[in-house]
Structure formats: C-alpha cells, structure tokens
C-alpha cells in the first residue's frame, strides 16, 4: 500500500511570496488533515476535509491560509503572503474510515517549509 | 494551558535502558491516548494507541494512562539505538476529530 505524497519537500522563499503544497492520501481514506508542524513542537491541526468537504478549520488562518480537497482525493495547501513565522513543516495525514477512536492516522514525511 | 504537555527532554540513555517517557493533559473529557514515534525528517507514525485508563503492552513497549491523575507514560524496555527518535504523545476526545499533540521528546539511544 503506497502511503502519502507529499510535494514538495522542501521550499524556500521570502515573506509576502505565495507558496503551496501538494497533498496525495493513501488510496480510500476519506479522511485528510493538513498538520503544521513548527521546530521543536508537535504536530497543529489546520484543517481536516472529510471527502471534499471541510470538518474543521477553525484553526486555519483563513487571512492567508486556504487548503481544498477537489473530488475528495488529492489536497493543496496554500499560503498568499506568507510570513516569517510560517516556516515550518507541513504535514499531510489520512485516515481510515472505522478508525477515529484509534487516532491512527497515516501521515507523510512532510513539506518542509522555509520563509526569509 | 495546552491540552497537551510534553517534557521535550532531550534524553539520552545506553542501549539496553528502560526509557520513560511522559505527558500530562489537562482536559478531562479526554479518553483516548496515543503515542507516535517520529523519525528524524520523516512523518509521525503510530506506535500505540490506548482507551481510558489502563496499560496496554505491545512488544517492548508498555503505554500507562492514568486518569485520575491526568498522566499518560510510554515506557521502552531493553532500548535499541533504532528506538532514537522524537516520541509524541496525542490525546482526544470521544467524537472528536482532532489529536493534540504534545511537543514531544527526543529520545537518543547509545549502543
């Protein structure tokens, strides 16, 4: 079972550039959550799309930050302008139907982010 | 208060140690508890995951939640030098969606 794409892995750009994030589940999960992910820090939550339908974003900073989930498979995460305090990792997670009480979630190696 | 909090450590123990690893959380609605394991430059994968109070015991690995105390522990007995990695604990709800992570701590196992 191939696991999660995530693209690209690394970017590097100047504050108030736009940048975004390609997102590919394991096939069949339903259930995909964009994590931000800072040095030295757990895993945030920024937003969860159920099939292409959103569960949860109140943690998004909607002022710059949009995610969508176009006929519930693949995902783009993108950030217009972003800012210094965004450089961080940003990682892709899918998940199981049957399985939210386990907290299993499959996550990818992540699309490491750098502002300057 | 975070939901989750996390001695970021980091630790460093010989092969062979027992490691003890630690969280505490500060809702109480919370009952099921995770610990992840993150290699470095990878993504967090699940090592176990435990419902409401109790221990659970997978291989090496022995996770404790106490309730009462709010207290979530991973223990690793007999470590190996691939057991070096940044270990997350996660808490939820029931019906919720969203894990909160702690900070994690960076584990590092001498041969």
């Known amino acids: 079972e191939a696991g999660v794409a995530q693209s690209p892995r690394y970017k590097i750009i100047e504050k108030r550039q736009s940048v975004a994030f390609w997102c590919n589940p394991i096939?069949?999960?339903?259930?995909l959550y964009w994590y931000q992910q800072i040095l030295g820090q757990g895993p945030k939550l920024l937003i969860q799309?159920?099939?292409?339908?959103?569960?949860?974003d109140s943690q998004l900073p909607k002022d710059r930050f949009s995610a969508e989930r176009l006929k519930g498979v693949d995902s783009t995460l993108k950030i217009q302008p972003a800012k210094l305090e965004d450089s961080a990792v940003y990682l892709c997670?899918?998940?199981?139907?049957?399985?939210?009480?386990?907290?299993?979630?499959?996550f990818g190696e992540g699309s490491r982010l750098t502002v300057l | 208060q975070k939901e989750v909090e996390q001695d970021p450590g980091p630790l460093s123990v010989p092969e062979g140690a027992i490691v003890s690893l630690n969280c505490t959380y500060s809702n109480s609605a919370f009952q099921y508890f995770m610990w992840y394991r993150q290699y470095s430059r990878k993504g967090p994968e699940l090592l176990m995951y435990t419902y409401s109070s109790g221990n659970k015991e997978d291989g090496r690995f022995t996770a404790q939640v106490d309730k009462s105390s709010k207290y979530i522990s991973l223990f690793i007995r007999d470590s190996q030098p691939s057991d070096s990695a940044t270990y997350l604990c996660a808490s939820m709800g029931p019906g919720a969606n969203n894990l909160f992570f702690g900070t994690g701590t960076r584990l590092t196992v001498i041969p």
């Open positions: 997670a899918s998940r199981r139907a049957g399985t939210a009480n386990t907290g299993e979630l499959f």
């Open positions: 096939s069949g999960h339903a259930t």
């Open positions: 799309f159920q099939n292409n339908g959103v569960v949860d």
